[in-house]
């Protein structure tokens, strides 16, 4: 167990969609990361916040959207989602803003249909 | 950004030789460069990482090595186990700030028992 909590584990939804997605980093991490790994895809950063303020932004679609709340929680938003947003969604968390190593979620499956 | 090259995509050994997975960068700047395993279904896992400031580090069977100069770094395994089956990611940090993780594409090992 890393210590970063993903809810949830599993989720089904329509085209058209908006989904949220919960990350609790491990207790003391003030970095959170999000990631997304398409089916047999590598890891495509999304987004990096760091101690409430988002720090970098990769590759992330105007659909989505993140936050990171005062007791350090994250969350993604995808909104109009559509069938190519199924993928793996991970969120990892570090203590430092990088340059540490990146304890990862155990993931959130989303699918769209 | 961050350019991160990863190769092979597959890699298939017989157990007990030795596996070297391969990853260039783009940015000079780039100081920290872990990598990861993810079994299938599983959250990516730390195994080992090097900073710029060091050429090579070794932890029992696995070793990262580090070229500044041609901005390459490489993933040695030595003895191979079946359980080393899994699939592996080199990354980067970019700039001074680490404030991104840049994920190669990942490679596929397959260690034939």
């Known amino acids: 167990d890393s210590g970063v909590t993903q809810t949830p584990k599993h989720l089904i939804t329509a085209t058209g969609q908006r989904v949220t997605l919960r990350c609790s980093p491990r207790?003391?991490?003030?970095?959170v990361y999000w990631y997304q790994q398409s089916l047999d895809q590598g890891l495509q950063f999304l987004i990096q916040?760091?101690?409430?303020?988002?720090?970098a932004k990769g590759n992330i679609l105007e659909r989505f959207s993140a936050q990171q709340f005062p007791d350090l929680h994250s969350e993604l938003n995808l909104s109009s989602l559509e069938l190519g947003d199924s993928a793996l969604y991970f969120c990892?968390?570090?203590?430092?803003?990088?340059?540490?190593?990146?304890?990862f979620g155990q993931g959130t499956r989303l699918t769209v249909v | 950004g961050e350019n991160v090259e990863q190769h092979p995509s597959t890699l298939s050994v017989q157990e007990g030789d030795s596996a070297v997975i391969k990853c260039t960068y783009s940015?000079?700047?780039?100081?920290?460069f872990p990598w990861y395993k993810q079994e299938l279904g599983k959250r990516p896992q730390l195994i080992i990482d090097?900073?710029?400031?060091?050429g090579e580090k070794k932890d029992q069977r696995i070793a990262v090595t580090l070229n500044k100069t041609a901005k390459h770094f490489s993933l040695h395994i030595t003895e191979t186990q079946p359980e080393d089956s899994a699939v592996y990611f080199c990354?980067?940090?970019?700039?001074?700030?680490?404030?991104?993780?840049?994920f190669g594409s990942g490679t596929k090992l397959n260690v034939k028992p």
């Open positions: 990892a968390s570090s203590v430092l803003s990088g340059g540490t190593e990146a304890f």
């Open positions: 090097i900073r710029s400031n060091v």
């Open positions: 207790s003391g991490d003030l970095s």
């Open positions: 916040y760091y101690n409430g303020e988002e720090r």
């Open positions: 990354a980067a940090s970019e700039g001074d700030n680490f404030n991104k993780f840049y």
């Open positions: 940015d000079s700047a780039s100081n920290y």
